[in-house]
Structures are given as structure tokens and as C-alpha cells.
């Protein structure tokens, strides 16, 4: 997946974001609320299972505010 944000400056203290990616062995799932579901139903699967590797896509992080930001399609 090709980056589509290559520099932003980071929302809380304003410096320049670290280039990167985020991996996961497992789908990003996403929700508008924070209970817990059952299984898999959540409200958007925004990064999908992947078959026998990991998943990684393009994101920005924040070292000292400890926040990142990733990329889904
Ligand atoms: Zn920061």
C-alpha cells in the first residue's frame, strides 16, 4: 500500500511526525463507542486479516507524545 501522507506535524506538541509502518498479526478493527463486542463485530474492519504474514501499512508516530496515526484503504 503506497503512503499517502508523507510528513505531518504531530496534533499535541507540534513537531514533525516519524515516518513508519504499523504491523499487526491480526485485522485493525474500529468502533464509535468503547464497549467490547463479541468476536469480530465490529463497526468497520479498517485493516483486513491477512493469510499467513503480517500486516503492516504506511503511518506517522509521535515518540515523546506517544501517539500514531496509520494508513487503511
Ligand atoms: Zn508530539
Not at 17 to 24: I, K
Not at 29 to 42: A, G, H, I, N, V
Not at 54 to 69: H, M, S, T
Request: net charge positive; hydrophobic share 35%; aromatic share 10%.
Amino acid at each position: 500500500m503506497e503512503r499517502k501522507v508523507k510528513s505531518l506535524n504531530c496534533p499535541l506538541c507540534g513537531k514533525a511526525m516519524e515516518e513508519g509502518y504499523v504491523h499487526s498479526r491480526k485485522q485493525i478493527l474500529w468502533s464509535e463507542d468503547d464497549k467490547p463486542r463479541l468476536f469480530d463485530f465490529y463497526d468497520e474492519n479498517l485493516v483486513t486479516m491477512p493469510i499467513r504474514r503480517a500486516n503492516k501499512v504506511p503511518g506517522l508516530r509521535c515518540k515523546e507524545c506517544k501517539i500514531a496515526l496509520f494508513e487503511y484503504e
